[in-house]
């Protein structure tokens, strides 16, 4: 069974090479701070987010053909527009890079990010938005059923 997250192919070595230099803008070095290439790990880091948002891997594999070679000057302002006028692109690439680095637990002990939990409301809160009509609609639909397919 294939995993539920992967990436048609790997990053070449000039998709990588242009990931970890737009990482380097959007999370550089700042005082004591390193930036975002300069942690241990970070380029096994974006494999594993990049496999993450692997619903975006053409544009993301697009736009870093569109963004090779480009100096940090002139790729902080490709990103700044890429913001502005194409969120859709910058949003998945920006959250491989960001989510690379927090992947680091270096970083996430750093900035005192514990990470994603499980945290349950308490029973009567539970109650309280049962009690508020959250499922009518769900309840009002019935009942559904859909078969699994045998074998």
Known sequence: M?????????????????????????????????????????????????????????ALTAELAALRGADPVRLDRRLRALHAERPEVFQPLSAVVAGAWLLLPAVRERIGYPGQGRNPAP?????????????????????????????
């Open 2 to 58: 294939p995993a539920p997250f992967a990436v048609p192919r790997p990053l070449t070595d000039d998709e990588l090479t242009t990931l970890r230099a737009v990482a380097d803008v959007l999370i550089p070095r700042a005082g004591e701070e390193p930036a975002a290439t300069e942690e241990p790990g970070f380029d096994e880091q974006l494999r594993v987010a990049a496999d993450a948002r692997s619903d975006s891997f053409d």
């Open 123 to 151: 029973f009567d809160q539970a109650a309280d938005e049962l009690g508020g009509g959250i499922l009518d609609p769900v309840l009002a639909r019935g009942t559904v059923y859909t078969p699994v397919p045998e074998d």
